[in-house]
Structures are given as C-alpha cells and as structure tokens.
C-alpha cells in the first residue's frame, strides 16, 4: 500500500503563487508517474501535470506556462509550482501516484483545497 500525503493549499490573489506538495509513503514502486488532479465544483477530475520517475513531464493545457511539476525522487514527494493563479483555478488537487507495472496500483491524496480570489 501507498499513502500520499498533500500539503499547500490554501487562499490566494489572483496572480498569486502557491506550491503544492505531495509525499508518498509506504511500498512505492520504482517505476511510477506522480501527478496532480484537479475537480473544480460541479465538474469532472482532470489531469493538471504527471511526472514519471524518469522525469518525462506532461502539463495541460489549462495550466501550461503557469505551472510546472517537479518531484524529488529521495524523498518521494512530488510538487506542483503554480504561478499566475487564475479564479478558474479553483479546486480540489489531488496528488496520484500510479505504478507502471501490471496491475499496478493507483493511489490518491485526500486533496488540499486551492482557493483564487478575484
């Protein structure tokens, strides 16, 4: 088993910064992509940004040019620098971690709330 535990949420200004992390505890694979997911109200979970523990990155597009993912594989944690906020980044982010092996796990965070005020 796998447990993600995120921190850094929070209220912010638009134009502001947050940085969000994200550590994993527990039987981590080796092979893996740590990312982000969003479910802002009243709409379905999107990706926002997945790191694999090469270091490929993938960014949506919603966000690309304001956030940028990184992870420090040492410490298993994975961290979400968003820039530029925007009120239509309001959501619940949660961190995922998922195996790439077969039958690998897919394990979720309990979210942190990211809140952008006009």
């Known amino acids: 088993q796998v447990q993600l535990v995120e921190s850094g949420g929070g209220l912010v200004q638009a134009g502001g910064s947050l940085l969000l992390s994200c550590a994993a505890s527990?039987?981590?694979?080796?092979?893996?992509?740590m990312g982000w997911y969003r479910q802002p109200p009243g709409k379905q979970r999107e990706s926002v940004a997945g790191?694999?523990?090469?270091?490929?990155?993938n960014i949506a597009d919603s966000v690309k040019g304001r956030f940028t993912i990184s992870r420090d594989s040492a410490k298993n944690t994975v961290y979400l620098h968003m820039n530029n906020l925007k009120p239509e980044d309001t959501s619940v982010y949660y961190c995922?971690?998922?195996?790439?092996?077969?039958?690998?796990?897919?394990?979720w965070g309990q979210g942190t709330q990211v809140t952008v005020s006009s």
């Open positions: 527990g039987s981590i694979v080796s092979n893996n992509v």
């Open positions: 995922n971690l998922r195996e790439l092996r077969a039958r690998g796990g897919d394990y």
């Open positions: 790191i694999s523990t090469g270091g490929v990155t």
